[in-house]
T-cell receptor, first 115, second 111 residues
């Protein structure tokens, strides 16, 4: 079964540093998402992306965050200047259709630790 | 904005006992989705309900969508240790809105 992959599985960084989290969505999917989950808390929507532009973003997704689809397969989340409170699991997800009735397939996540 | 709530936050059961988690939204939902996240894992889609009053079953799991499309429940019959994890409900006001996740119910099963 096709799956979403994410790298790295764990990223440790110093506060103020830039990080890039990478995702490879399922190949025929068109809509991509980033979610964040702080340890022990709920999954929070960050941003959705379609046709090389942001479709929707949450209040969490401020100017420190950006997303990009640099080529035909990768989808990246960049945090420009990390803060301690950015420490969390970051999940990428993809769907074939731009409808919430379409199943979201989540990647295994990247654990970001900001020191 | 839309809020999705779940109760209980935690549930500990003896293996073989039943388990139910309840999900309530502050707004009407176009559909409700349920996900399971094993400890250390990622959310995995379980099921989606679309129609008012809809009930779906997956083996020992029974999912229900309320008549008003603002609440839902997940019931597990005769829990097993493999049921351990956090169960999240999620839903959007319309099919074109983003999916909002509830805080989850964490299930522990004591063998």
């Amino acid at each position: 079964e096709p799956e979403v992959t994410q790298t790295p599985s764990h990223q440790v960084t110093q506060m103020g540093q830039e990080v890039i989290l990478r995702c490879v969505p399922i190949s025929n999917h068109l809509y991509f998402y980033w979610y964040r989950q702080i340890l022990g808390q709920k999954v929070e929507f960050l941003v959705s992306f379609y046709n090389n532009e942001i479709s929707e973003k949450s209040e969490i997704f401020d100017d420190q965050f950006s997303v990009e689809r640099p080529d035909g397969s990768n989808f990246t989340l960049k945090i420009r200047s990390t803060k301690l409170e950015d420490s969390a699991m970051y999940f990428c997800a993809s769907t074939a259709l731009l409808q919430s009735t379409d199943t979201q397939y989540f990647g295994p996540g990247t654990r970001l630790t900001v020191l | 904005g839309q809020q999705v709530m779940q109760i209980p936050q935690y549930q500990h059961v003896q293996e073989g006992e039943d388990f139910t988690t309840y999900c309530n939204s502050s707004t009407t939902l176009s559909n409700i989705q349920w996900y399971k996240q094993r400890p250390g894992g990622h959310p995995v889609f379980l099921i989606q309900l679309v129609k008012s009053g809809e009930v779906k079953k997956q083996k020992r799991l029974t999912f229900q969508f309320g008549e008003a499309k603002k609440n839902s429940s997940l019931h597990i019959t005769a829990t097993q240790t493999t049921d351990v994890g956090t169960y999240f409900c999620a839903g959007p006001p319309t099919i074109y809105d983003k999916v909002i996740f509830g805080p989850g119910t964490s299930l522990s099963v004591i063998p």
